[in-house]
């Protein structure tokens, strides 16, 4: 008898159970989304601005300023930004003359550093390629993979007498999944500026 009694009150809890879950509330897990981007159509326009030792060709959904960091000499003059606010990006452009053999070598050292020292850490690789541009402009390009804080930087130069240095960077926290769309928007705009431009 009272083991009856024993299955009939397990028989009641699991059933009580039963009706709980039933009642309960239960989520799905959803599958991570991001927000539709409408690209806008690739046009360019020259940048040709006089006492610059360069020109070359930006989109025109982008703006150009000069670049308001301070420099003890005149390095700076010629230091600009290419913002892209539809996508919170901005292109950092760095020029310096070439003074010599020492220079030339002491700048691609730091074009070197600059793209591996902030970001092998992060990186889940750098791949470098060489440029070498129908104006007879020449450099290297680094791809950094992984949640680096810039997936695109590059330094071209003559050897002689010019050495530029650009980096993208967004305004947002590194992601590579979610700005990859944007990345690979952008890295073309990136290379039509590399492969217009041409020294003074």
Known sequence: ???????????????????????????VGKKKGYFHIDFPEKKYQLFNQPGYPYIFEYPVYATVSK??????DKAGDWWIN????????????????IKG????????KDGFK?????HVDVSTGIEESRI???????????????NTATANQFFLTDSTKHFLRG????????????????????KKDLQHLINTLRWK
């Open 167 to 186: 980096a993208l960077y967004f305004d947002a926290t590194p992601n590579a999944d979610s700005l990859r769309i944007v990345n690979d928007f952008l």
């Open 1 to 27: 008898m009272k083991n009856h009694i024993y299955r009939i009150k397990l028989c009641l809890l699991f059933f009580s159970l039963y009706l709980l879950s039933c009642n309960s509330d239960y989520s």
């Open 82 to 97: 290419i913002d892209v606010p539809q996508f919170g990006g901005r292109i950092y452009i760095s020029y310096k003359a």
């Open 114 to 118: 600059m793209a591996y020292k902030q």
């Open 132 to 146: 070498e541009t129908p104006n007879k402009v020449e450099g290297i390009y680094f791809d950094l993979g992984g």
């Open 101 to 108: 053999q020492a220079s030339f070598d002491s700048l691609v």
């Open 67 to 72: 670049d308001t960091t301070f420099f003890e």
